[in-house]
Structure formats: structure tokens, C-alpha cells
């Protein structure tokens, strides 16, 4: 699990499918799919279910789960943030406000 792996996880769970999820970040279905088909079978359980389409369509839903992994996912990215912050601070403190070089 990654960020553009919890990216998608997050707009499979707003867009209620895989196709608009891609769409929505700018990738192909078939990347969108490989990268959910993954998780899947990375983790114990799935994170995704799909419904195929039809007259009814079809569509993916997350799973208490997956929400459950995107939920500890997105903690540990803000606990980690916090704790980089000030390092940021002090590395920015640092760049330079002229360009190298004159460019």
C-alpha cells in the first residue's frame, strides 16, 4: 500500500466503480484494474468487490476492510507528517530564494 494505491482506494469508494476511479485520476481502466486486483490479493481480504455490468450495470464497492486498511493507511501518513514537519520547516528555511545561476 502506497499513496496512489490508497488514492485509488479512495475514489473507487467515492465513484462506486473502478472505470470512473481511473478516470478520475487520470489512469486507464486496466492500470485502475491491475492496481485494485493487487491489493486484493495482497491483504487477507479483499479490499474491492465488483459487480459485473449488465442491464443493471455493474460497479466496485470497498469493503469494510479495505476501509478499515484505508483508514490505518491515511493515520500512519498523518502521524508521519507530523512528526517530519519541522524537518520540512528546516530544509525549506535553507532554499535559496534566487534561482542558480541567474536562471
Known sequence: MGPGKADLLEAIHTTGSISAAGRHMG????????????MNHRFKEPLVVTATGGTRGGGAQVTPFGLEVLRRYRDMEARAGQVISKDIEGLLEMVSAQPANGQ
Do not use: E
Open 27 to 38: 489512469m486507464s481502466y486496466k492500470r485502475a484494474w491491475d492496481l485494485m486486483d493487487t
